[in-house]
């Protein structure tokens, strides 16, 4: 099975699903669009199942389509939030394990994707965690900003969001922002290391644990 659209290819090798997010996974309206369908196939399917989502080249995801959302269109601004959110809800409950395997860059809503992801693998060599929200002018959502809390440790995020600073792989482990920092070459296989073991697990009650793991951030989701 594959998808493959402008923005992303989903493949299927049983029981992985992995989405690739393609040009630099610029998060748009039609990005969120083909991210949910994508979705949809994914939580159609039977039997044991997880996903991993990994990005081309140099980056994750860089974030929000910056023509796009500075486009001084305050409707569009708004929509890409709310669609971005409930994007971010969606992945957070998924009813199978998932996992961001960072391949390069991840900023700013390309950090809070993997974040919703319930684990974070990033190449030791290349690529940056960073939040440049601040040096963007722009304010966190509160939906967002409680994923950002049920994530990242308070002294971390602090920094991160004051200062916009760039994070390695490395320095990401250190943190507790990445589960583990691995070669380029070694990304993909350690991801599927991470989840295979909860690939047959019920997903049904795998959902209904997330959703209370992860209510405060869910809540505010919906309220969105």
């Given at each position: 099975?594959?998808?493959?659209?402008?923005?992303?290819?989903?493949?299927?090798?049983?029981?992985?699903?992995?989405?690739?997010?393609?040009?630099?996974?610029?998060?748009?309206?039609?990005?969120?669009?083909?991210?949910?369908?994508?979705?949809?196939?994914v939580?159609?399917?039977?039997?044991?199942?997880?996903?991993?989502?990994?990005?081309?080249?140099?980056?994750?995801?860089?974030?929000?389509?910056?023509d796009?959302?500075?486009?001084?269109?305050?409707?569009?601004?708004?929509?890409?939030?709310?669609?971005?959110?409930?994007?971010?809800?969606?992945?957070?409950?998924?009813?199978?394990?998932?996992v961001?395997?960072?391949?390069?860059?991840?900023?700013?809503?390309?950090?809070?994707?993997?974040?919703a992801?319930?684990?974070?693998?990033?190449?030791?060599?290349?690529g940056?965690?960073?939040?440049?929200e601040?040096?963007?002018?722009?304010?966190?959502?509160?939906?967002?900003?409680?994923?950002?809390?049920?994530?990242?440790?308070h002294?971390?995020?602090?920094?991160?969001?004051?200062?916009?600073?760039?994070?390695?792989?490395q320095?990401?482990?250190?943190?507790?922002?990445?589960?583990?920092?691995?070669?380029?070459?070694?990304?993909?296989?350690?991801?599927?290391?991470?989840?295979?073991?909860?690939?047959?697990?019920?997903?049904?009650?795998?959902?209904?644990?997330?959703?209370?793991?992860?209510?405060?951030f869910?809540d505010?989701?919906?309220?969105?």
């Open positions: 099975m594959i998808i493959d659209t402008g923005h992303l290819t989903l493949r299927l090798y049983p029981p992985v699903y992995t989405l690739c997010l393609k040009n630099g996974g610029a998060c748009s309206l039609a990005f969120i669009a083909d991210f949910n369908a994508a979705l949809d196939a939580e159609a399917s039977q039997g044991p199942a997880c996903l991993i989502i990994t990005g081309q080249g140099k980056s994750f995801s860089t974030g929000f389509h910056l796009d959302f500075f486009s001084g269109d305050a409707s569009l601004r708004d929509d890409m939030l709310s669609c971005s959110i409930r994007l971010l809800g969606r992945v957070a409950e998924l009813p199978m394990p998932t961001a395997a960072l391949n390069g860059h991840a900023f700013g809503f390309g950090a809070m994707l993997a974040l992801c319930d684990r974070r693998l990033m190449r030791s060599d290349r940056f965690f960073c939040l440049p601040l040096d963007l002018q722009v304010a966190v959502p509160r939906a967002m900003m409680e994923l950002l809390k049920l994530k990242v440790r002294d971390v995020l602090q920094d991160l969001l004051f200062t916009g600073r760039r994070v390695g792989g320095e990401a482990c250190g943190l507790g922002i990445v589960d583990a920092a691995c070669p380029a070459e070694a990304l993909l296989e350690q991801a599927q290391d991470m989840v295979l073991p909860l690939a047959g697990k019920d997903r049904a009650t795998l959902m209904a644990i997330k959703r209370e793991l992860y209510r405060q869910l505010t989701v919906a309220a969105t």
